[in-house]
Each structure stands twice: as structure tokens, then as C-alpha cells.
Nanobody, 123 residues
Framework: VQLQAFGGGFVQPGGSLRLSCAAS????????MVWFRQAPGQEREFVAA???????YYADSVKGRFSIFRDNAKNTWYLQMNSVKPEDTAVYYC??????????????????WGQGTEVTVSS
């Protein structure tokens, strides 16, 4: 099973960026597909999650600005980042598990991880 995250880059404050996570070897449509991020010197933190039935969950820091969605046919999920701020600068990781958990915000609950894609927000 492999998860490949891509789409990171440099963006100015107020701009937009879309991250993608492509999975191969397994589908996660019945479980959880998520995004975490880790800024330099900080712990990895939850950003967004999507589960079967298309329920979505967001960290308070990104609510209203970021949107998670998925394409089951492509076994891919996305993080649309709008109105980005310098504090959104981090390495973004996608992760997944095959069964949903109510503790979706804890990184230790995920079995599969992508390699990370770096996002830098700066003027």
C-alpha cells in the first residue's frame, strides 16, 4: 500500500493551493482519509478528515478556509487550501485507515502515511 502526497509549494498569503493524496494497493472508502501537518519544531497536528458518507471534520484553525474532498474512482483525496496564512506553513501529510475511528485527530491511529509535501506561505 502506498500513499503519495503532492501539490505543495510556495504561495502568498491569501492565496490558494490544492494538495492531493493518491492511494494504491488498497481503498479506504469505508475508513478515514485525513491530512495532518507539521511545522518546524512543532508536533504533527490534525488538519482535516473525511469518512464514508462524506462526513468531514476540520481543525478549528482551518475551518472555513480549507476543504477536504475525495474521488473514490481515483482512490484519491484532496485538501483545498484557500485564504492561506503564514501559520499554515508546514509539511502536509496524508494518512488513512481502513476503519473509521472517533479518535480521528490522533496521528497514532493511522496505519498508512504519505511522504509529505511542503507548503510555504510567505510574501
Amino acid at each position: 500500500v502506498q500513499l503519495q502526497a503532492f501539490g505543495g509549494g510556495f504561495v502568498q498569503p491569501g492565496g490558494s493551493l490544492r494538495l492531493s493524496c493518491a492511494a494504491s494497493g488498497r481503498t479506504f472508502s469505508s475508513g478515514a482519509m485525513v491530512w495532518f501537518r507539521q511545522a518546524p519544531g512543532q508536533e504533527r497536528e490534525f488538519v482535516a478528515a473525511i469518512r464514508s458518507g462524506y462526513m468531514k471534520y476540520y481543525a478549528d484553525s482551518v475551518k472555513g478556509r480549507f476543504s477536504i474532498f475525495r474521488d473514490n474512482a481515483k482512490n484519491t483525496w484532496y485538501l483545498q487550501m484557500n485564504s492561506v496564512k503564514p501559520e499554515d506553513t508546514a509539511v502536509y501529510y496524508c494518512a488513512a485507515r481502513t476503519v473509521w475511528t472517533v479518535d480521528y485527530g490522533r496521528s497514532r491511529n493511522y496505519h498508512y502515511w504519505g511522504q509529505g509535501t511542503e507548503v510555504t506561505v510567505s510574501s
